[in-house]
């Protein structure tokens, strides 16, 4: 089999894999480059589908499927079955008037899509695919293993072990050495920053929620741990009320129904969307609100009945600082706010734990600032550099 990195080496973001194999090739992931990427690499998705079998998408962020109209059209893409529920409904909202440039066509690109289901693997051509779920800030993430020629490549996707409930270890004990790793390293940049896991965050929102009456809380709509973090630490800590606008409402509701498997943690249930009638009540009882930086949520950020709110800001600081940041998020927060956010990305430990477990032949670094930093975790197996758009044969 052969790798060819088109775009993720040396960057965060707009991740473009192909794997080929005697008979097959196939993409995974078909990204887009993040806001303010200084990245010179150019990839043409369209000509580099035109050979392809199929395009397997490890999940929804748009560093990861946001060229898939690039995509021909005679190519299957291939997305988890929630995943593509949930991007669907995002990419209707992004497609109203001033919010970002989708159209119908879009959406109608997206009803093509196929879906797989967790572990149960895929024949395209003389390769095997097998979906791996595994936790990120994006809901339904999957690794892939991808065997062919007598050979096992691992795509890690983006992942972490720091999540809510994760059996990933188990999983990959269970499905063995590889020959190849594609790994990503998105933290190793930044080793002496300290994360905690999501249950961690949890148990800080529960003493946040508890001592302030009216709670805003700013976090990625998609990020539905975060989401079932603060949801969590809402119930635990009285009665107030759970509330969000009615787009937040309808991937809330898609997850509850379609995620029994996972007992009770996915069940939103209690979740309100905001209607007058509820005002009352708000007032009264307190509440956690999900906020985004439009009109709707300003109303009640600013409205005197709420002055003494607490904001919570839980998403990537560099959204609101630096030279990443975003202008309508930055207007929007407040000059105090409580900065309470875990990293969706594995950090140094997870990232050894997995290389350790699936032992693999070489290791090639994706979706991180420098692929050296995978050097410093020192270990035993062989690290391939490799150069943007160069193919590695094992």
Not at 32 to 37: A, F, V
Not at 40 to 57: G, L, R
Request: hydrophobic share 35%; net charge positive; glycine share 4%.
């Amino acid at each position: 089999m052969q790798v060819k990195i088109h775009r993720g080496i040396n960057q965060i973001g707009g991740s473009v894999t192909e794997i080929k194999s005697k008979k097959t090739r196939i993409l995974i992931d078909v990204g887009s480059n993040l806001p303010n990427c200084e990245s010179k690499v150019k990839v043409n998705v369209a000509n580099i589908s035109k050979k392809c079998d199929a395009v397997f998408i490890t999940h929804y962020h748009l560093d990861h499927i946001g060229e898939y109209m690039q995509v021909k059209k005679k190519v299957p893409i291939y997305i988890g079955e929630q995943a593509k529920e949930i991007f669907t409904i995002y990419q209707k909202k992004m497609k109203e008037p001033n919010i970002a440039e989708v159209t119908q066509a879009h959406i109608d690109r997206l009803k093509t899509f196929k879906t797989f289901k967790q572990d149960v693997p895929l024949q395209i051509g003389d390769m095997k695919i097998t979906p791996i779920r595994v936790n990120h800030s994006a809901f339904d993430s999957y690794m892939f293993l991808i065997e062919a020629d007598g050979k096992r490549v691992l795509h890690t996707g983006d992942f972490r072990t720091h999540g809510p409930d994760d059996d990933l270890p188990t999983i990959l004990k269970e499905i063995g050495n590889v020959d190849i790793l594609i790994c990503e390293h998105t933290t190793l940049s930044r080793l002496d920053e300290v994360f905690m896991s999501e249950l961690m965050l949890q148990e800080e929102a529960f003493s946040l929620i508890k001592n302030n009456k009216y709670v805003f809380i700013m976090c990625a709509s998609t990020n539905i741990d975060r989401i079932a973090s603060f949801y969590h630490a809402n119930k635990k800590a009285g009665n107030k009320l759970f509330i969000c606008d009615v787009y937040q409402k309808e991937i809330l509701d898609y997850v509850t129904k379609t995620s029994k498997k996972y007992k009770d943690y996915y069940d939103f249930s209690e979740v309100k969307s905001f209607d007058g009638k509820y005002y009352e009540e708000m007032v009264d009882k307190g509440f956690c609100m999900l906020v985004r930086s439009n009109y709707f949520s300003k109303r009640f950020i600013h409205s005197p009945n709420f002055k003494d709110s607490l904001f919570i800001y839980s998403q990537w600081l560099g959204y609101l600082q630096g030279e990443n940041a975003d202008e309508s998020i930055v207007n929007f927060v407040p000059k105090e706010y409580v900065y309470l956010h875990t990293s969706g990305h594995a950090t140094s430990k997870g990232i050894k734990e997995v290389c350790n477990i699936v032992k693999p032949k070489v290791i090639i670094p994706i979706h991180g600032e420098d692929t050296h930093d995978f050097d410093k975790l020192n270990l035993p197996y062989k690290i391939e550099h490799l150069k943007t758009k160069k193919s590695y044969k094992i």
